[in-house]
């Protein structure tokens, strides 16, 4: 089986399982406590911090260990809301756990704008030049899409944002692209940023929310005032460790272009008449539309040796697709979509092998339809 859902999540690394274990049984301790054995481990929370900012390219701020993406999303978007004036400003192309969160920031009465997307999956730059003003106080848009791979330019809206609205933060959800594009967050501008250990071979459940500047930030979960006040609740420090291991071990440019080679060799098996792709910049993620058939159809035949969905998992228990509708695709074709994510573990020959099986069962597919 060749398993092509990669966005959705990915399989940890074995080694993570040695270091879960380690700090799950031998190196347990409360990081919170006094004494010198959990001290040690608090130490090694603060060597994760530094590993991760590293990573990231951020010359300055801190980190701030959280459940997942969903709650560093929903840290930084109610974390960054106060009452008054204030307006909050949206891409429509954003996950579920951003979208919803405006969503419930505008029932509680705040001034929540959505900015429409290009018909690449980008955001409009001219539409969300028009809504900025003095008055916003959060921006935030999707580094890459989870439904397209559509890769945001955040460097030209930290542009617009200093120039329309310097007293805004700018928040991105970076799931889709922290570990697979390459970037410098001091080069983006980005004044909180989101990732998921579980999408780049680390352990599900832990997760991280980049803060440039922590006094932007009020906290959303009370408790014992760990992460500094702004994420209480003891740390997993068992996923923190292996997210560091994993992250640690990744190499972006050499995986960037193996993965390019696996979307070159994919699609030369797959397509043929009928078959469409958004084509964006980045390899990890196509959005693939089959004329004539259910793409859940198309999902469901092929799961016993390909594994691919219908787009974001978050979003699989509800009909249609938001994303896809924003970007202007007809509902037939929005419903003959499958997503297919890679990978820089992945064979290239299996990958072409697995265009190949799609073809073909699409094939057969359009037979019985016809």
């Known amino acids: 089986m060749v398993y092509l859902d990669n966005a959705a999540t990915t399989k940890m690394f074995e080694e993570c399982t040695d270091i879960i274990k380690r700090y799950a049984c031998e190196d347990f301790y409360n990081p919170s406590a006094g004494y010198v054995s959990a001290i040690s481990v608090s130490k090694e929370l603060d060597d994760a911090r530094k590993s991760l900012l590293n990573k990231l390219g951020a010359s300055k701020g801190d980190v701030i260990f959280t459940g997942g993406a969903t709650e560093s999303n929903n840290l930084a978007i109610m974390g960054s809301a106060r009452n008054g004036r204030w307006e909050y400003v949206f891409s429509a192309g954003e996950h579920p756990s951003v979208y919803n969160t405006a969503m419930h920031l505008k029932e509680l009465g705040f001034v929540v704008h959505f900015v429409p997307l290009q018909t690449n999956g980008q955001v409009d730059y001219d539409a969300l030049e028009g809504v900025l003003n003095e008055k916003t106080r959060l921006i935030s848009v999707i580094h890459v899409s989870n439904e397209t791979g559509a890769i945001n330019d955040i460097a030209r809206v930290n542009k617009l944002r200093n120039k329309y609205s310097p007293k805004a933060l700018l928040h991105c959800d970076g799931v889709q692209a922290f570990c697979k594009i390459p970037f410098r967050l001091d080069e983006l501008g980005a004044d909180l940023y989101s990732i998921s250990a579980h999408k780049f ?139 297919v994510s890679f990978d820089g573990g992945l064979d290239e020959l299996e990958v072409m092998k697995a265009g190949e099986y799609i073809a073909q069962t699409y094939e057969k597919i359009l037979e019985k339809v016809r």
């Open 201 to 339: 071979h680390g352990a599900k459940g832990v997760g991280a929310l980049y803060v440039k500047n922590k006094s932007s930030l009020k906290n959303i979960v009370y408790g014992g005032g760990q992460e500094g006040g702004y994420r209480s609740g003891t740390e997993n420090v068992a996923g923190i460790k292996a997210m560091q291991y994993a992250l640690e071990q990744i190499d972006i440019k050499n995986n960037y272009i193996k993965v390019e080679r696996c979307k070159k060799g994919f699609l030369t098996g797959l397509l043929q008449d009928g078959v469409e792709y958004i084509d964006t910049d980045n390899p990890y993620i196509l959005s693939i539309s089959f004329k004539g058939v259910n793409g859940e159809t198309l999902m469901r035949a092929l799961e016993d040796k390909v594994v691919v969905s219908t787009g974001s998992a978050c979003s699989s228990k509800h009909a249609g697709n938001r994303v896809l509708s924003e970007m202007k695709l007809s509902p037939q074709r929005i419903k003959s979509s499958i997503r």
